[in-house]
Each structure stands twice: as C-alpha cells, then as structure tokens.
T-cell receptor, first 114, second 112 residues
C-alpha cells in the first residue's frame, strides 16, 4: 500500500502569488491534517479535515485555506504569499478525527517564496 | 498555552551505545504521545506511541517512558546505529484532540 503522497515535492513562488498543495492519504484513512515546518523547528498544525469537514484549525491567517474531497484527498491553498511562508508543508493522515491514533506523514512539499 | 519541549537540541553517541532522548510537555490533559524520526529532506516517520494510561511501551529497539507526575517523556534507543542519525520529535495531542503539538526536536548523531 502507498503511504501518504504529496505533490509537488518542490515549488518556487513569488511574493503575492497563490499556491495549491495536494495530499492523498493512506487508503482507508479519512482524516487529513496539514502542518507547516519552518527550518529548524517542529511542525506547526494548520488544519485538520475529517469526512470533508474542517475539525480543527491552528493559529494561521485567513490566507491559508484547505478542503477535503469525497475520496479523502486534500488541498491546502495559500494566497498572497509572503517570504515567511517558505517552509516544508506536511500532510498527515489517520483513521480517525481524534488525534489519539497513529498519524502518518508524507514527504512534504518544500515551498520557497522569493 | 500548549507546548512540548525537549531538554537537549543535540545528542552525540557512539555506534552500539544506548541513546536516551528526553521531552517535557506542559499539558497535563494530554492523553496521547508520539515519537517521530525525521531524516533530512523527509517527512516525520512514526516510531512509537503511548497513551496516558501507560508508563512504558516497547517496540523494536525502542522504548518510550511516560512520567505523568513530572510531565516527562523519553525515548530510549538500544544499540544505536548510524542509520538512527536524524532529528527526533516528541508530540502530544492538543486539548481538543484535533492536532499534534510538536517540540523543537533533538538531533541525534551516531558515529561509528
């Protein structure tokens, strides 16, 4: 079985642009979460989606949005990119919405804003 | 606020030694904890988890200890190998149970 897959793996954008990142969870997993990892730091929670509904949101501005599709894949959108948005964006999938079960991460999308 | 911290940013050991990576957490209501390993350029890899109704859990070459009295978590790696070199993060679930809260990580360097 494939693990969590994310695309693209790397991306370079200009300030002010918009970006869409994609994630496919492990087969059978209905929960997808997004995290931002700045160099040298631990991942920071952005969103959790379960059964296509937002179940949790971290402390990120409204420029960040996400959605989950009927096949449980997910997109993270970031508008009006800032230099500080440069980071590794990680997607994690788990069976349940409650984060008391194993969560598995993808390889991430490395976003560079110039 | 909710936060998870680690005691040491780096740990250097010799191949074959046992490694102990420590973590302090602040939310006494957290009931689930995970250790992740992250190699350069990759996403975090699940190592082992533990629930708050347990004090100890063992996996293959790894043991996690949970001390709820002092809110301390540790990861023990037996017979450390060069392939264990990575950044290790502990994480706890938040109060709503919707997210994992990560610490800053400990970089483990194993020399042969």
């Amino acid at each position: 079985d494939a693990g969590v897959t994310q695309s693209p793996t790397h991306l370079i954008k200009t300030r002010g642009q918009h970006v869409t990142l994609r994630c496919s969870p492990i087969s059978g997993h209905k929960s997808v979460s997004w995290y931002q990892q700045v160099l040298g730091q631990g991942p920071q929670f952005i969103f959790q989606y379960y059964e296509k509904e937002e179940r949790g949101r971290g402390n990120f501005p409204d420029r960040f949005s996400a959605r989950q599709f009927p096949n449980y894949s997910s997109e993270l959108n970031v508008n009006a990119l800032l230099l500080g948005d440069s980071a590794l964006y990680l997607c994690a999938s788990s069976l349940q919405t409650s984060m008391n079960t194993e969560a598995f991460f993808g390889q991430g999308t490395r976003l560079t804003v110039v | 606020g909710e936060s998870v911290g680690l005691h040491l940013p780096t740990l250097s050991v010799q191949e074959g030694d046992n490694s102990i990576i420590n973590c302090a957490y602040s939310n006494s209501a957290s009931d689930y904890f995970i250790w992740y390993k992250q190699e350069s350029g990759k996403g975090p890899q699940f190592i082992i988890d533990i629930r708050s109704n347990m004090d100890k859990r063992q996996g293959q070459r790894v043991t996690v200890l949970l001390n709820k009295t002092v809110k301390h978590l540790s990861l023990q790696i037996a017979a450390t190998q060069p392939g264990d070199s990575a950044v290790y993060f502990c994480a706890e679930n938040n109060q709503a149970g919707t997210a994992l809260i990560f610490g800053k990580g400990t970089t483990l360097s194993v020399s042969s």
